[in-house]
């Protein structure tokens, strides 16, 4: 089924060696390691090759061997995007442009004195975003909601090489429900709450959409909670270009009634299908998704 473990490829040595190649050999010239990298995963790493197969095959309808080469292109794409992510995290944001696509959406959202909602995907490098909205003064605080299941010792290696620190707050989900009130909390505040809304855990809540042609299972929380709090929803997306360049896009969800998180999910997913079209190496989502591979 269209479930996720929580835990994201990459091991501590894979990111010790994208700072070393970093600082030693620039960041265009480490992409050049990526090419023993992609080549290994996609000769060896047969279960998610499996999965990113059925992907590029039959829900993007493309032939064999344009296939297998876009399974070493995708794993080509996700580690620039690593080492993109940790080369800005050390303080080399001056050497990326970016460019922003509907950052109008976003204040006014903020205008409206409520707060907001952004809802993202694994699709992209949406974890820099906030690097950049200091350079159009967009002076607020966003909190992600997330579960701590990523690989503790990742999170403090990068933050010990971080030069500057994240100003993303964290909301953990609980089984208490108790981080709803820390989501009130925030908007009260004119912050805005930031969900991914395409990946959901076994045994938690779930709804189901149709994304390239075949019904899946989303997490049900995002949409639930965004169609009930009556505050502006934007989809975002942060997407690799060509020379290290970055592209923006802020579109507002489209309007559905309160309390609708279907309706709401299924604008979602039209928005990210449109994203995953334009940028098909750039979706990570390395599992069984569609809960359709034998």
């Given at each position: 089924m269209s479930k996720w473990n929580g835990k994201s490829k990459g091991t501590i040595l894979g990111?010790?060696?994208f700072v070393w190649c970093i600082r030693n050999m620039g960041i265009r010239s480490s992409y050049f390691v990526l090419y023993f990298v992609a080549t290994y995963y996609s000769l060896f790493e047969k279960k998610s090759n499996f999965y990113i197969s059925y992907y590029f095959q039959r829900r993007l309808n493309y032939g064999y061997w344009k296939?297998?080469?876009?399974i070493f292109k995708s794993y080509f794409t996700f580690?620039?995007?690593l080492i993109d992510k940790t080369a800005i995290s050390a303080g080399l944001r001056k050497k990326f442009t970016f460019e922003f696509d509907g950052i109008e959406n976003l204040r006014n959202l903020l205008s409206?004195?409520?707060g907001g909602v952004l809802i993202s995907?694994?699709?992209g490098n949406f974890e820099i975003a906030e690097y950049f909205f200091a350079e159009i003064d967009f002076d607020c605080q966003i909190n992600l909601v997330t579960t701590d299941q990523e690989v503790t010792v990742i999170k403090e290696y990068l933050e010990s090489v971080t030069v500057k620190k994240s100003d993303i707050k964290f909301i953990y989900i609980k089984e208490d429900m108790s981080h709803i009130f820390d989501i009130n909390e925030a908007l009260s505040k004119n912050e805005l709450i930031c969900f991914t809304g395409d990946r959901y855990f076994e045994g938690s809540k779930f709804l189901e959409a149709d994304l390239l042609g075949k019904s899946a299972k989303f997490p049900a929380g995002p949409f639930l909670i965004a169609s009930r709090l009556g505050v502006p929803v934007v989809y975002v997306y942060v997407m690799k270009e060509k020379n290290l360049h970055y592209h923006l896009y802020a579109r507002v969800a489209q309007q559905v009634k309160k309390r609708d998180a279907q309706g709401l999910l299924n604008s979602y997913t039209q928005n990210l299908e449109s994203m995953i079209l334009k940028?098909?190496?750039q979706w990570f989502n390395y599992f069984d998704f569609w809960d359709d591979v034998d």
């Open positions: 990111y010790r060696i296939s297998k080469f876009s580690g620039t995007v409206e004195k409520k995907a694994h699709i940028y098909p190496l």
